[in-house]
């Protein structure tokens, strides 16, 4: 059965920019710079064809005044090491993608059709944007700062004297040696909205931590630090998709959305023990939330084409920027508008209904679904929805469950997600992710900079992790698949805790060989005076 396009369109704006699909956040950050460059607005690059290692290797033997002292064989394995981000890897078919996303210019060294972020640059964009007392556009400016470092914003120069590291200027030179060749501009985008976040708490908190972590920027060396940001985004997307799983589907029913929710990781990693059990509970639950999650979409977006509708009738008013919120869209499945929702989705399921008697036999598998559903006696909206959701679920379910993992870093640096190959997947926390959340904890409201660091006992650590994050390691959540925690449970809650300790103690923030939680401290790498 092939649905109309017009019933297969799913992804509303209102919910998310991003087109569910597997990424890679170095492309995502790359797509990120030119819009932090250009006010939100994606860029237009004018460029004959794509580049390969050799362009680049040319590039930079080409201008020996800029480059001095390079040759062919070392310039070409220090760009492939160390400065590209590769397709394919060393394999037969590698190719480039572009440059890793050191400096702000990067993006203009990209290959659009091997570095495509899938709209989850302009949901970053968007979620920091709308951060509450215009925090979102400070935090804006710091990062442009930071990424466009060493080049001065007007004349797009380099500046002399600045204090950046090998790697970024041989970026800002090879940016300074093709800046004639390279026309680059911002996207005219026709009709552009920015949606805030279902709930604005997501916003505020990527924010806090952004500045936060921008605020070791003298502190940690730039292509660390670039690493921490990337794996930052990525969690605080990945938290957001999530919860808006559950927030979703209970603004549709009429409930108050509650974007809390808890994560139980499992901190030692190691797969068959009795943390990671339940783990690999915690996660099934959140991933079986993507059947309703979808069908909330769709009914969303159908919401937002029955608006449209009455508009056209001359019975609603598009809002000042027009474009609906998701929450106006949800008052439309009230009674004011019962009559002609009736009509308008009865149109469309007559349309389904013919799509389904041409596409085979009676009493195929199409059939016998709708047909079940309509046995059920729900009204014309809800049945169009069910309808089309049967048709598209499983499909929609592969591509979002790509997205979360790719967003949660499945098994790479900084994940918050594991699966071993023929295993169940289960929430972590990688050593990476730990690191940037302590370098954010560490860090005190107060001083003459600002912000300083101070020691941190264990236990308040842990805690801060379950009530800013909702990620919990010495405890279960309440709800979200878990009830009081067994005997059992807690012997597995003491393991993790314990692993926990050691992993402290492994990336060098910990070395108090204590068990009392009093006496069991964090101390910060980089030390910042009050």
């Known amino acids: 059965?092939?649905?109309?396009?017009?019933?297969?369109?799913?992804?509303?704006?209102?919910?998310?920019?991003?087109?569910?699909?597997?990424?890679?956040?170095?492309?995502?950050?790359?797509?990120?710079?030119?819009?932090?460059?250009?006010?939100?607005?994606?860029?237009?690059?004018?460029?004959?064809?794509?580049?390969?290692?050799?362009?680049?290797?040319?590039?930079?033997?080409?201008?020996?005044?800029?480059?001095?002292?390079?040759?062919?064989?070392?310039?070409?394995?220090?760009?492939?090491?160390?400065?590209?981000?590769?397709?394919?890897?060393?394999?037969?078919?590698?190719?480039?993608?572009?440059?890793?996303?050191?400096?702000?210019?990067?993006?203009?060294?990209?290959?659009?059709?091997?570095?495509?972020?899938?709209?989850?640059?302009?949901?970053?964009?968007?979620?920091?944007?709308?951060?509450?007392?215009?925090?979102?556009?400070?935090?804006?400016?710091?990062?442009?700062?930071?990424?466009?470092?060493?080049?001065?914003?007007?004349?797009?120069?380099?500046?002399?004297?600045?204090?950046?590291?090998?790697?970024?200027?041989?970026?800002?030179?090879?940016?300074?040696?093709?800046?004639?060749?390279?026309?680059?501009?911002?996207?005219?985008?026709?009709?552009?909205?920015?949606?805030?976040?279902?709930?604005?708490?997501?916003?505020?908190?990527?924010?806090?931590?952004?500045?936060?972590?921008?605020?070791?920027?003298?502190?940690?060396?730039?292509?660390?630090?670039?690493?921490?940001?990337?794996?930052?985004?990525?969690?605080?997307?990945?938290?957001?998709?999530?919860?808006?799983?559950?927030?979703?589907?209970?603004?549709?029913?009429?409930e108050q959305p509650k974007a809390e929710g808890g994560f139980f990781l499992d901190v030692e990693g190691i797969p068959g023990t009795p943390a990671a059990r339940l783990a690999e509970r915690c996660a099934s639950v959140w991933y079986g939330r993507i059947p309703e999650f979808v069908r909330a979409t769709f009914a969303v977006k159908k919401l937002d084409d029955f608006a449209q509708h009455l508009v056209r009738l001359n019975k609603l008013h598009k809002p000042p920027n027009g474009a609906f919120k998701v929450a106006e869209l949800v008052t439309l499945l009230g009674s004011a508008y019962s009559r002609e929702r009736e009509q308008f989705a009865g149109a469309r399921l007559i349309r389904v209904l013919e799509s389904s008697r041409d596409s085979g036999d009676p009493g195929d598998e199409p059939d016998t679904t709708i047909a079940r559903i309509l046995e059920l006696g729900l009204d014309q909206f809800s049945t169009y929805i069910d309808v089309i959701t049967a048709f598209r679920v499983g499909f929609h379910r592969q591509y979002i469950t790509e997205c979360l993992d790719s967003l949660l870093l499945k098994n790479r640096p900084g994940a918050m997600i594991a699966q071993p190959r023929q295993g169940e997947r289960r929430f972590i926390l990688d050593s990476r992710l730990l690191e940037v959340l302590l370098q954010i904890a560490l860090l005190r409201p107060g001083g003459s900079q600002g912000f300083h660091t101070g020691p941190l006992r264990v236990d308040r650590f842990l805690a801060i992790l379950r009530e800013r994050y909702g990620l919990h390691i010495d405890a279960l959540p309440a709800g979200d698949g878990f009830?009081?925690?067994?005997?059992?449970?807690?012997?597995?809650?003491?393991?993790?805790?314990?692993?926990?300790?050691?992993?402290?103690?492994?990336?060098?923030?910990?070395?108090?060989?204590?068990?009392?939680?009093?006496?069991?401290?964090?101390?910060?790498?980089?030390?910042?005076?009050?």
């Open 1 to 254: 059965m092939t649905l109309h396009k017009g019933d297969r369109e799913f992804r509303h704006p209102g919910v998310t920019h991003v087109d569910y699909k597997q990424v890679e956040m170095d492309r995502v950050l790359t797509a990120f710079l030119p819009r932090l460059w250009w006010g939100g607005s994606p860029s237009v690059l004018a460029r004959s064809a794509d580049l390969s290692v050799d362009d680049f290797v040319d590039t930079v033997l080409e201008y020996p005044a800029l480059f001095d002292g390079f040759d062919r064989d070392v310039t070409r394995r220090w760009m492939e090491t160390h400065l590209l981000d590769l397709v394919n890897r060393g394999k037969p078919g590698q190719m480039v993608a572009g440059l890793r996303p050191l400096h702000g210019f990067t993006y203009r060294f990209r290959n659009s059709r091997r570095s495509r972020p899938a709209g989850v640059d302009e949901q970053l964009y968007a979620m920091i944007q709308h951060a509450s007392g215009g925090r979102g556009s400070q935090a804006l400016q710091y990062l442009k700062t930071f990424f466009f470092a060493g080049v001065d914003p007007s004349t797009e120069a380099p500046e002399l004297g600045s204090e950046i590291d090998v790697e970024t200027q041989a970026l800002i030179n090879l940016s300074e040696a093709v800046r004639r060749d390279i026309t680059d501009r911002a996207a005219a985008v026709k009709d552009r909205r920015s949606y805030p976040p279902l709930y604005p708490d997501a916003s505020d908190l990527l924010v806090e931590d952004v500045v936060r972590l921008l605020f070791h920027q003298h502190l940690i060396p730039r292509s660390v630090l670039v690493d921490y940001l990337k794996i930052l985004f990525a969690f605080h997307l990945a938290l957001y998709h999530l919860r808006v799983m559950k927030v979703l589907p209970a603004m549709l029913k009429g």
């Open 483 to 530: 009830t009081r925690a067994g005997i059992t449970d807690q012997g597995a809650l003491r393991e993790n805790t314990r692993a926990f300790t050691a992993r402290l103690r492994e990336i060098g923030f910990y070395s108090d060989m204590s068990d009392a939680y009093l006496t069991q401290t964090i101390t910060p790498r980089y030390v910042v005076p009050a």
